[in-house]
């Protein structure tokens, strides 16, 4: 949760010259990583361990949604502000923070996951990527008087999100198989929440949109080689 925080702490410093609201809040809730991509890439590059760490980095990431997220879309959006009590309502509405409930949950209790449900879960999160996809496509309209802000997004998301996760994960003195899934995890691209709060919020569903699918694109190319140039100087076992 912490990177995401640093994330948006560095666009609200460069962002001050923005007069619209609405653009610099969508700018702002865009920290949030696409880390449903990075689950495949930890079972290809080290198996169950692998899925581990990235479930762990994701709850972290679902926290920041659910809570610091929320707030500033609130906080910028033209829907107009909630009290105190109103935004601690609207979190704990937040399904998101119910499933990592029940997912620590189920996790601490050795519960498994098995027959119908199963195979529900699993085809809803089969579901999840293209159902995203769709969203983006709805509200993407490409302006160039945007391509600034999503330039901008896209190298802080991706570019400063790696190098201070790879930076957080050496100053902990965490492992190698850390270093290389927490880098690569830190520089996914913008996640599918930005549109959802946008849309919700009235904040700028169009910048959402072109955001999410720059750098989607841009991450094709990076995991493509980050990952497995990682292995390379951080070797495991």
Known sequence: MGL???LMCIVWLLTRNVSSRAVRGTMLISMVGLVVMGYPLGQILYGDAGVARVA???IG???FISTAALWIAQAYGTRGRQNLSGSLLAILKTPLIWAVIAGVALSLLRIPITGVVA???DR???ANTPLMMISVGTYLIPRMSQLRQVLLVAFIRMVLGG???WALVRLVGLGNMETVLITTLAS???GATPLIYSSSEGLDAELAAACISFTVVVS???ISFLPYLLRTWYPVG
């Open 61 to 63: 990431n679902v926290l």
């Open 163 to 165: 190098l201070l996760g």
């Open 188 to 190: 996914l691209p913008v």
């Open 4 to 6: 995401p925080i640093m």
């Open 56 to 58: 762990m980095y994701d």
């Open 119 to 121: 195979d529900v879960t």
């Open 124 to 126: 809803l999160a089969a």
């Open 220 to 222: 094709v190319v990076v």
